[in-house]
């Protein structure tokens, strides 16, 4: 069963981001290379090297743990 109300568009980018990161770590990707898949290679090498803040580094692990998390069946809490 689908749930009743549409996802707010906002969520939907949220959940793409993840699962661009999943994918990219099922492959072997670095973080920095999980960045730059989900923005791009110029914002993610400018980020990386930013030593105040961790702010893109805490991002990626995010979208990565939580893409996994979709990935290995966490997906079934989005039907319910």
């Not at 906002?10 to 923005?39: C, H, M, N, P, W």
């Not at 998390?69 to 989005?78: A, F, I, K």
Request: glycine letters at 6%; proline letters at 2%.
């Amino acid at each position: 069963k689908l749930p009743d109300k549409q996802v707010p568009y906002v969520t939907q980018l949220r959940r793409l981001k993840y699962l661009i990161a999943a994918e990219k770590a099922i492959e072997g990707s670095f973080l920095r290379d999980i960045g730059a898949a989900i923005y791009t290679s110029k914002r993610a090498e400018k980020e990386w090297t930013n030593l105040d803040s961790r702010a893109f580094k805490d991002e990626i692990a995010r979208a990565k743990r939580k893409g996994l998390h979709l990935v290995n069946g966490g997906y079934r809490e989005l039907l319910s």
